[in-house]
C-alpha cells in the first residue's frame, strides 16, 4: 500500500513568487492535513480537507490556501513568497480525520527554500 | 492556542540505555501520537494512544496514554544507535471541527555507539 505522496520533493523560488505543491494521500483516505516545519516554529498546523470541504484551518495568512479534489489528491497554494516561509511542508492523509482510531500518516515532504 | 510541553529537549545516551520522554498538555486530548522523524524525512508513526489509561507496546517502544488525558510518555529500552532522531508527541482532538494534530517541539535523540 502506497504511502503519503508529495511533489515536488525540493524546490527553490523568489521571494514574490507563488508556489503550489501537490499531496496524494493514502488510497482510502479521505481526510487530507498539511503541516508547516520550521526550525524555530516546530510543526503548525495549516489545514485540513475532507470530500473537497476545508474543515478546519490555523493560523496563517490568506496567502496559504489548498484545496482538495474528488479523489482525495490535495494541492496547497502560497502566493507571494516570504523568505519565512521557507519550511518543509509535510501533508498527512487519515481515512476520515478526526475521531478516534483514524490515525495520521505524513509523507515525506516537500522542501521550500525562498530566497 | 493549544501547546505542548515536550521533555527533554535532547537527550545524549550510551547504547544499551533505556530512554524516556513526555508531554504534557493544558488541555485533554482523545489521542495522544508519537512520530519520529529522521533528518530529511516526514514523521513516521511509531504509537498511536486511544483511551484514557492506555500503555501500547511496539518492539523496544512504550507508550503510556495519561489518565487526565493532558499527558504522555515514550520508553525505549535498550537503545541502539538507529533510534537516533527527534521524536515528537501530538496530541488530537476529535469531534466538531477540530481535525488537527498539535506537536511538541520534539526531542532529540543522539545515541553514541
Known sequence: KAGVTQT???LIKTRGQQVTLSCSPISGHRSVSWYQQTPGQGLQFL????SETQRNKGNFPGRFSGRQFSNSRSEMNV???ELGD???YLCASSVAGGSSGNTIYFGEGSWLTVV | ?????????????QEGED???NC???????????YKQDPGEGPVLLIALYKAGELTSNGRLTAQFGITRKDSFLNISASIPSDVGIYFCAGQQSGGSNYK???GKGTLLTVNP
Do not use: D, H, K
Request: net charge neutral.
Open chain 1, 79 to 81: 502566493s507571494t513568497l
Open chain 2, 24 to 34: 504534557t498538555s493544558s488541555s485533554i486530548f482523545n489521542t495522544w501520537l508519537w
Open chain 2, 101 to 103: 494534530l498539535t506537536f
Open chain 1, 86 to 88: 521557507s519550511a518543509l
Open chain 1, 47 to 50: 489545514f485540513e480537507y475532507f
Open chain 2, 1 to 13: 492556542g493549544q501547546q505542548l510541553n515536550q521533555s527533554p529537549q535532547s537527550m545524549f545516551i
Open chain 1, 8 to 10: 515536488p520533493r525540493y
Open chain 2, 19 to 21: 530512554v524516556s520522554m
